[in-house]
């Protein structure tokens, strides 16, 4: 009788400990879309590792297109949207927490990144603030204020406001 309650209190430690460390150390998928400031849409496919007290590193594929007026034609079309001034970047974002509340918390977002705009090289410095939401499942959305300054690029400041979604998968 003795090691039976043994082997219960010992299933029940192991569970209450695996329970209270579920969301340290975890990993997200994120997928954030987004309009900037002139003409910009910004798409980036990230993964976040989260750290203790909610700080992150990030690591992060980003796409950046931006359209114009066709000349021929006056309004935006096909051609003058996507074959105007496209560019893609992959780096690595510090993400310390500054907010947090019970389902919510609030990051500041420091990063930098290399790529090319499909001519010549390109890096950036991305500086900007992150809000999340934290659902249910694990599920997190969340809104980020971005601003990029682009180095060697066409356009050297960006700014706006990006939309996603982040997925657990630990």
Known sequence: MTMRKTVILLIACVCFAMSANAQRNSGRLSLGVGALYKNGLDMTLAYE???????????FANGYLQWTQCVTCGHICPESFWRNYRTYGFGVAYKPCVVRGRNHYGNLRIGASAGSDTNK??????????????????WTLYWQVKSDMMIKGADLFRTGIVLGVKLPIK
């Open 49 to 59: 590792h989260e750290m203790n007290y909610r700080h992150a590193w990030e690591f």
């Open 121 to 138: 090289f390109l890096a950036g410095l991305h500086f900007g603030y992150e809000h999340n939401y934290v659902l249910r499942s694990g």
